[in-house]
T-cell receptor, first 115, second 111 residues
Framework: DARVTQTPRHKVTEMGQEVTMRCQPI?????VFWYRQTMMQGLELLAY????????DSGMPKDRFSAEMPDATLATLKIQPSEPRDSAVYFC?????????????FGDGTRLSIL | AQRVTQPEKLLSVFKGAPVELKCNYS??????LFWYVQYSRQRLQLLLR??SRESIKGFTADLNKGETSFHLKKPFAQEEDSAMYYC?????????????FGTGTRLQVTL
């Protein structure tokens, strides 16, 4: 059963520190999404890629967040410097992306706490 | 622009009672609808999609284009159904597909 893999599962750090979250999409999936989930805002789309090219990162605070896909098996989401309001669960999802009826497959998430 | 509305934040039902989780959408194109389920502190999992017309774990959902709805139903709720449920609308931008999620409904099944 192929799965999206995210690391780390949990991260606790102090404000001002750099945070890097990693995602390995399902082999063969060419579209990767980053979401943030909080109690207040629910599920928010931060950015997404197709064939490693960024398509839309309008949901992401540009001054401190960055998302990249250095290769087809790795997507990263970085926060520098981190702030307490960044505390959330960050999910990565992947899909085939070629049609609107394609589902997304989610990873287990990274639970981030900024002190 | 597309939009998904789930009017109920919390739905509490007794075990054995029928369940209906509401979802309405707004989209000018041909809609592709999904339901995802998230059990406590776990990942979102695809529950069902309208194109498959399937029943998963006893849940069904019918797309009603006239009412722009895709409500999730189950005739008899079980305790293990307690979870967060998200309705999502799939769209294709010309370069990639993406999902627009509703705000979710927490289903609580009590004895």
């Amino acid at each position: 059963d192929a799965r999206v893999t995210q690391t780390p599962r949990h991260k606790v750090t102090e404000m001002g520190q750099e945070v890097t979250m990693r995602c390995q999409p399902i082999l063969g999936h060419n579209t990767v999404f980053w979401y943030r989930q909080t109690m207040m805002q629910g599920l928010e789309l931060l950015a997404y890629f197709r064939n490693r090219a960024p398509l839309d990162d309008s949901g992401m605070p540009k001054d401190r967040f960055s998302a990249e896909m250095p290769d087809a098996t790795l997507a990263t989401l970085k926060i520098q410097p981190s702030e307490p309001r960044d505390s959330a669960v960050y999910f990565c999802a992947s899909g085939l992306g070629g049609h609107s009826n394609q589902p997304q497959h989610f990873g287990d998430g990274t639970r981030l706490s900024i002190l | 622009a597309q939009r998904v509305t789930q009017p109920e934040k919390l739905l509490s039902v007794f075990k054995g009672a029928p369940v209906e989780l509401k979802c309405n959408y707004s989209y000018s194109g041909s809609p592709e609808l999904f339901w995802y389920v998230q059990y406590s502190r776990q990942r979102l999992q695809l529950l069902l999609r309208h194109i498959s017309r399937e029943s998963i774990k006893g849940f069904t959902a019918d797309l009603n284009k006239g009412e722009t709805s895709f409500h999730l139903k189950k005739p008899f709720a079980q305790e293990e159904d307690s979870a967060m449920y998200y309705c999502a609308l799939g769209t294709y931008t010309g370069t990639a597909s993406k999902l627009t999620f509703g705000t979710g409904t927490r289903l609580q099944v009590t004895l």
